[in-house]
């Protein structure tokens, strides 16, 4: 089973910073996307930003401009730097891998902006 674990959440002020790390059980060799989705109080599980291939990027409206999705594959981390944060970003975090056949979510981290 391919476990995925989030971290670098925490409290921030609007306006800040914050990298958010997904390490992956495995060697990242085989996985067609990786993504971030956020879960925001009282709201749906949405999209923030992917990249396809280990090359190729996505990001949400929202987030555009904001926040750049990367990855590290000799440490098989894929990484969300997030900046000029507002509040309107809190929320869980949760990495998702999607292999050719199968897809795997981590427990999520939590990000909180506020004054």
């Known amino acids: 089973q391919v476990q995925l674990v989030e971290s670098g959440g925490g409290l921030v002020q609007p306006g800040g910073s914050l990298r958010l790390s997904c390490a992956v059980s495995?060697?990242?060799?085989?996985?067609?996307?990786m993504a971030w989705y956020r879960q925001a109080p009282g709201k749906e599980r949405e999209f923030v930003a992917s990249?396809?291939?280990?090359?190729?990027?996505n990001y949400a409206d929202s987030v555009k401009g904001r926040f750049t999705i990367s990855r590290d594959a000799a440490k098989n981390t894929v990484y969300l730097q997030m900046n000029s944060l507002i509040p309107e970003d809190t929320g869980v975090y949760y990495c998702?891998?999607?292999?050719?056949?199968?897809?795997?979510w981590g427990k999520g981290t939590l990000v909180t902006v506020s004054s």
């Open positions: 990249i396809t291939r280990g090359v190729s990027t």
């Open positions: 998702n891998a999607l292999y050719s056949v199968t897809s795997y």
């Open positions: 495995r060697s990242s060799v085989g996985i067609n996307r």
